[in-house]
């Protein structure tokens, strides 16, 4: 069974440093991994995806994660935080083999950023 | 290329009443699937329809159920509400492919009272 960690229910930076949230995974197949934002009273947004190939996956807002097999994580960065981007973020898998809409999320870590 | 639609936005029910949720997916899009956000479970899987089929289900009672209808549009239902049920309901379509992202709608909020 698939199943992901996100490490930290939230997480609080200032404003231009670093953005990390972390996340793990666990897949018996190598699964298509995903990062989601949620702003409040909102749906979910995708900031970007691996499935294959070059493992640094580059999304939207300036955000970028790495896909480390070995470690079973699937990291998101960003090099300097925004006021914006303060929202509660999502990592998702699926399984690759199929060609469902199922999804399995972490339980979400709330990204504060201070002025 | 419009987005994901849901209505209502917001539903005040009464334990036991029944209620019917809407979504409208992307066009082009044929899966349509439905998930649960409370702040203690999280998101949780509820079913996914495609070609108004069902082809997969989460671990939730039969009192939630769906449909898909021929424009690919879907329902989802809860009958015999429960406090419990409050949350917010989302709705995401996609291509269908397992590397297809789902683009979410802005869910429903549903307080059970």
């Known amino acids: 069974a698939q199943s992901v960690t996100q490490l930290g229910s939230h997480v609080s930076v200032s404003e231009g440093a670093l953005v990390l949230l972390r996340c793990n995974y666990s897949s018996s197949v190598p699964p298509y991994l995903f990062w989601y934002v949620q702003y409040p009273n909102q749906g979910l947004q995708l900031l970007l995806k691996y499935t294959t190939g070059a493992t640094l996956v580059k999304g939207i807002n300036g955000f970028e994660a790495e896909f480390k097999k070995s470690e079973t994580s699937f990291h998101l960065t960003k090099p300097s935080a925004h006021m914006s981007d303060a929202a509660e973020y999502f990592c998702a898998v699926s399984v690759r083999s199929s060609n469902t809409g199922k999804l399995i999320f972490g339980q979400g870590t709330t990204l504060q950023v201070k002025p | 290329k419009a987005g994901v639609t849901q209505t209502p936005r917001y539903l005040i029910k009464t334990r036991g009443q029944q209620v019917t949720l809407s979504c409208s997916p992307i066009?082009?899009?044929?899966?349509v699937s439905w998930y649960q956000q409370t702040p203690g479970q999280g998101l949780q899987f509820l079913f996914e329809?495609?070609?108004?089929?069902?082809?997969n289900k989460g671990n939730f009672p039969g009192r939630f159920s769906g449909r898909q209808f021929s424009n690919s549009r879907s329902e989802m239902n809860v009958s015999t509400l429960e406090l419990g049920d409050s949350a917010l309901y989302l709705c995401?379509?996609?291509?269908?492919?397992?590397?297809?992202?789902?683009?979410f709608g802005n869910g429903t909020r549903l307080t059970v009272t």
């Open positions: 329809y495609f070609s108004e089929t069902q082809r």
């Open positions: 995401a379509s996609s291509l269908a492919s397992g590397d297809s992202p789902l683009h």
């Open positions: 066009s082009g899009h044929r899966s």
